[in-house]
């Protein structure tokens, strides 16, 4: 059963953007934190950045002022917007619930 509905991967040129969307039920969505994840080939998996359920959020330092994530209450969903995005910005983003719940993984990649 999926609980979280991630969308909005795909390839974009160095500089561009592009917006990620993570959907769940509302008995999920109410209580948890949100937020992405990546991880890069070869690489551990890293916060990207969260939301909590006041809208409280935190962001890695590395995407502070080209990333912006909210959420939706009304639709359960939360959103990653990303801009400016770099080459190194290349990995798959795994949307989460809670640290307990996670997505499937949607692959970003950035050409340079």
């Known amino acids: 059963q999926v609980q979280l509905v991630e969308s909005g991967g795909g390839l974009v040129q160095a500089g561009g953007s592009l917006r990620l969307s993570c959907a769940t039920s509302?008995?999920?969505?109410?209580?948890?934190?949100m937020g992405w994840y990546r991880q890069a080939p070869g690489k551990q998996r890293e916060l990207v950045a969260l939301?909590?359920?006041?809208?409280?959020?935190n962001y890695a330092d590395s995407v502070k002022g080209r990333f912006t994530l909210s959420r939706d209450n009304a639709k359960n969903t939360v959103y990653l917007q990303m801009n400016s995005l770099k080459p190194e910005d290349t990995a798959v983003y795994y949307c989460?619930?809670?640290?307990?719940?996670w997505g499937q993984g949607t692959q970003v990649t950035v050409s340079s």
């Open positions: 939301i909590t359920t006041r809208g409280n959020t």
């Open positions: 989460t619930a809670g640290l307990l719940r």
């Open positions: 509302a008995s999920i969505f109410r209580i948890n934190t």
